[in-house]
């Protein structure tokens, strides 16, 4: 019964991620509430086929590392999985930041805090984000970003957040 279930959420996701792709003429947009900074930011990223430049500026600017304002570009693969999750869950709600790109400074502190810490992140690349989805479970947002299979996922409930990154496919 658990595989059949699995099997028809995958199958539901496909269909949902192959109807809002590849048209020309659609908008992505997302929402986001910073957990450190309280600052809020609603932008579309993409429209017309290509992303938008002026929105990938405000971008590098809000998920810039919150302890120096350090920036680094982000990867646009990044805002589509957030996106590709949204349309899947059905939740258009703020995606909760916790972290984004972390300046190599920040890496080394958190570190040596933690041994839960890459010394190689994605986070150091703007490839990788630490969220919460308003109003969505968070073990089914987990499960979400990993049937996705477009890149890494962490699980971290304890803390309340995934980790979503567009490195390779793996899970944690």
């Known amino acids: 019964m658990l595989r059949i279930a699995k099997y028809l959420f995958l199958t539901a996701t496909l269909i949902v991620l192959c109807s809002t792709q590849g048209a020309a003429g659609d908008s992505r947009v997302l929402k986001f509430y910073h957990t450190h900074t309280h600052e809020t930011l609603q932008i579309t990223y993409y429209r017309g086929g290509d992303y938008v430049p002026s929105a990938m500026k405000e971008l590098r600017y809000f998920l810039a590392d919150w302890r120096n304002k350090k920036q680094q570009d982000i990867d646009p693969e990044l805002l589509d999985i957030l996106w590709?999750?949204?349309?899947v869950t059905g939740n258009r709600d703020a995606f909760e930041v916790i972290s984004a790109y972390?300046?190599?400074e920040t890496n080394a502190l958190l570190r040596k805090k933690s041994?839960?810490?890459a010394k190689k992140s994605q986070h150091l690349l703007g490839k990788a984000?630490?969220?919460r989805?308003?109003?969505t479970d968070l073990a089914f947002l987990h499960r979400t970003a990993s049937d996705?299979?477009?890149g890494g996922v962490g699980y971290y409930p304890g803390s309340?957040?995934?980790h979503v990154d567009t490195g390779r496919v793996r899970y944690w």
């Open 115 to 117: 041994s839960g810490v």
């Open 84 to 87: 590709q999750v949204q349309r």
């Open 148 to 150: 996705l299979r477009l």
């Open 102 to 104: 972390r300046s190599p």
């Open 129 to 131: 984000i630490d969220v």
């Open 160 to 162: 309340d957040f995934i």
């Open 133 to 135: 989805l308003r109003g």
